[in-house]
């Protein structure tokens, strides 16, 4: 894949439109890109938002009666840029309240992080989740073996909005950032994988930031934990 394939197909991969090979090109491409990462978790809650509504007659295909794909993929394009605009990373905390209710607070976190060198042109080089974190006041936590991070913590509505920061962690691993309740109740608020070289270490400097939300309201929290799928705590943030 061409690096403007590359970057141009997170429509058509969140849609499932690639053909096999490009999707395993894709997917290998998403490990180095914290642009793409980020945008193709915003597209995929509107993907799957789209998934369910009938073709628009005006604009089917005369042939298979379908809207095309392009068409598709750039009302996507269209509504992800009219949400930014209306307020930055609202729509992903938005899809964090709505999972939260029906899933019972496992929520969709993005991520960026760090590949070495300048982010693609045309592409945002702060993710909603670094936008949060950076915006708040930052709880720091305590962590294990050259791990540290902390959480900036928004009351909602619904329940709490947290942003991660994490660094000084090396992979392969994949991790869960869980809110743990003054009765000991456990709650997952989003997961996500660590590639090999990590974050936030010698040679991948930059950290790296989720993003995701749980019923629980603060004053019910008693701690968030880090942990790998394990078992192992990487970091705890007390509030």
């Known amino acids: 894949m061409t690096p403007e394939v590359e970057h141009t197909d997170v429509g058509a991969y969140a849609l499932g439109l690639l053909e096999e090979d490009d999707r395993r090109a894709f997917s290998a491409h998403l490990a180095d890109c914290p642009s793409c990462t980020a945008e193709l978790t915003e597209l995929s809650g509107m993907a799957s938002v789209l998934a369910g509504i009938d073709p628009i007659e005006d604009d089917k295909n005369e042939h298979t009666g379908e809207v095309p794909h392009a068409e598709v993929i750039d ?12 307020r930055r990373g609202m729509f992903v905390i938005g899809t964090a309240a709505a999972v939260t209710l029906v899933a019972g607070g496992i929520t969709v976190g993005s991520v960026i992080s760090g590949g070495e060198g300048t982010a693609p042109m045309a592409h945002s080089t ?15 936590g305590t962590g294990a073996d050259g791990v540290s991070g902390g959480l900036v913590l928004e009351a909602k509505g619904w329940g709490t909005h947290a942003a991660l920061e994490l660094k000084g962690v090396k992979g392969p691993l994949e991790c869960e950032l869980v809110a743990v309740s003054k009765t000991g109740e456990r709650r997952t608020v989003t997961g996500w994988a660590v590639p090999a070289k990590g974050y936030g270490v010698p040679g991948s400097p930059r950290a790296l930031y989720v993003h995701g939300g749980t019923a629980l309201s603060s004053g019910d929290i008693d701690h968030f934990e880090v942990s790998t799928t394990s078992g192992k705590t990487l970091l705890t943030v007390k509030i």
């Open 75 to 86: 009302l996507l394009r269209r509504k992800k840029a009219a949400d930014r605009r209306a």
């Open 126 to 140: 702060h993710s909603p989740a670094q936008e949060s974190f950076e915006e708040g006041t930052p709880i720091a």
